[in-house]
């Protein structure tokens, strides 16, 4: 049987948060070869094989927004079975990389197991997470940007998680603005156009978690 694939790998989407689980294909050439999300067409990663060098990854950090090196010898390809990919400089998990079967069977129980201590949270919470985050620091970019303001002209803003929302407060003002956050599409459509016409209540001040 010809065997054309050297590996496994599941990453996280930066963009919308869904995870994607594919073979890493043996046969692309030396020249880099780019993943690319099913759900948003976001990149997920990029990799290269070359014959004395093995396989390099490059992986695309959603919380640091660098791009995160890894590399495995052809001895250590041949023994992976499942090993978890990080960023080192913030410890954020990036996804997975072995057998297909291996990371399948672990994404598979980790989902059964959340869904048994948490069953009010719902299916799919990993790619929630994922996508509130991405949310996060696409607002953190627009901030230094200069692009986000409250209607009143204040920088000084506050951002916090409110179940499926991502809440704003102006410091200055006291008004705030609540943006879904619940599919990819709301991730998509969150750029400094769609802040700009945002419904802003005026001088109410509301509690976000982890104030």
């Not at 869904?18 to 043996?26: F, N, S």
């Not at 020249?31 to 990799?47: F, I, P, R, V």
């Not at 052809?74 to 990036?94: G, N, S, T, V």
């Not at 990389?97 to 299916?123: Q, S, T, V």
Request: glycine share 8%.
């Amino acid at each position: 049987m010809l065997i054309d694939t050297v590996c496994a790998a599941a990453f996280y989407c930066p963009a919308c948060g869904k995870v994607q689980l594919r073979d890493l294909q043996l046969f692309v050439g030396e020249q880099e070869h780019t993943l690319y999300c099913e759900e948003c067409g976001h990149a997920l990663a990029s990799y290269t094989l070359r014959p004395r060098q093995g396989l390099q990854l490059t992986i695309p950090c959603g919380v640091c927004g660098e791009q995160v090196p890894h590399r495995f010898t052809w001895r250590q390809l041949r023994r992976l079975r499942f090993e978890k990919l990080y960023c080192e400089q913030d410890h954020f998990e990036l996804g997975y990389i072995g057998k297909w079967e291996a990371i399948a069977e672990f994404l598979d129980f980790n989902a059964a197991e959340f869904d048994a201590l948490h069953p009010e949270e719902g299916d799919f919470f990993m790619e929630r997470q994922q996508r509130l985050l991405a949310a996060m620091n696409r607002l953190h970019d627009l901030v230094a940007q200069g692009a986000l303001s409250c209607p009143c002209g204040s920088h000084a803003l506050s951002a916090g998680l409110l179940g499926d929302n991502i809440l704003l407060e102006c410091q200055d003002c006291g008004s705030s603005c609540s943006l879904p956050m619940g599919t990819a599409e709301d991730l998509r459509r969150l750029d400094a156009d769609c802040l700009r016409t945002a419904e802003w209540q005026p001088g109410t001040l509301l509690d976000a978690p982890g104030k």
